[in-house]
């Protein structure tokens, strides 16, 4: 079982789930889904991994079933995504990195019964450039069965965060992230981890939702899992999270307009339209200011 120090029961007051991540690497909160809502997740996600072919890889394994998209296909993911209190806990994270942040992927992960142990891995590696130190990923794991030690809950190295990667580390210095459904494991991008091996005939089925910095690529591709048609559906901060939202200074714009009004069927000809951070509006303003002194004095 995971050690008792990462595992917080849930409290609105209660601030040190975000100490305990960037200390340890990973936190769980405890019994964030009931019952009813758990079961209706999984009623959801059901018929799409049935339908599924089992991945083909030594990353994604061999024995593993993998469904992305699920706003669209699992709409009770939608409250998973915008679970307030983790949405508060990754911004906290990562916006002091970025202006805003944004959904990198849902995906929905069943192991079956005798996959393999996964390599240790960091999901940070998708960006090859070095992060400095900067946290620029947080995933939520989300236990739609339980997980167990002995079904292939995630491995986790605690505090390898701190460490260079080293995909040699001893699977004895891990910790199971054993939880119960309806429970949430954080746990940083820099973190080495790995789905653990199942030794069950039966699988454990969990749900990945991650969220990075703002101007990054995402995983997925947020515009293709939800093209106009669908997202026009979805809430205006759930839209703006998936990437309907320009990051100032004026990055992933649309014909220099914030791409939300690209759902909301403005057309025609528009004057591209400045999203500069304050600092640098600040900036501009003076530079502008001082040519027009310069400019008064004869210079």
């Known amino acids: 079982m995971m050690k008792a120090s990462n595992v917080v029961p849930f409290s609105p007051a209660d601030q040190d789930h975000l100490s305990i991540l960037e200390r340890d690497g990973f936190v769980v909160l405890e019994n964030r889904l009931d019952e009813r809502r758990c079961r209706r997740l999984a009623e ?4 799409w991994l049935e339908a599924t072919p089992r991945c083909e890889g030594d990353f994604y394994g061999w024995n593993t079933t993998r469904v992305g998209g699920l706003l669209s296909k699992a709409p009770s993911a939608r409250d998973l ?7 508060a806990i990754a911004e906290a994270l990562l916006k002091p990195n970025c202006d805003c942040i944004q959904l990198n992927l849902t995906q929905a992960v069943r192991v079956h019964g005798q996959e393999r142990p996964q390599a240790p891995h960091r999901d940070e ?3 090859s450039w070095p992060t400095g130190g ?16 002995e079904n292939g ?8 965060h701190r460490a260079a990667l080293d995909r040699g580390v001893d699977p004895a210095e891990s910790v199971p992230g054993a939880m119960k459904a309806g429970s949430a494991l954080l746990f940083l991008g820099s973190l080495t981890h790995g789905a653990g091996q199942n030794l069950t005939a039966l699988p454990r089925t969990g749900i990945i939702v991650s969220y990075c910095l703002g101007w990054l690529k995402t995983y997925e591709n947020q515009f293709l899992a939800y093209p106009r048609e669908v997202a026009a559906s979805f809430p205006t901060d759930l839209q703006q999270l998936i990437g309907y939202r320009i990051h100032r200074p004026n990055l992933g714009g649309w014909e220099g307009q914030d791409p939300i009004n690209y759902l ?5 000809f528009m ?6 951070t304050p600092e640098i509006e600040a900036q501009l303003k003076a530079h502008y200011a ?6 008064g004095d004869g210079a």
């Open 264 to 268: 909301r069927e403005r057309r025609g």
């Open 134 to 149: 900067k946290h620029w990923l947080l995933n939520v794991m989300w236990a739609v069965s339980d997980f167990t030690e």
């Open 44 to 47: 959801e996600l059901e018929p």
């Open 271 to 276: 004057p591209h339209v400045d999203a500069l």
């Open 153 to 160: 809950a995630t491995r986790l190295w605690k505090g390898s």
């Open 125 to 127: 590696e998708m960006w």
């Open 81 to 87: 995504v915008m679970d307030p209190y983790i949405l």
């Open 290 to 295: 001082a040519s027009d002194t310069r400019g």
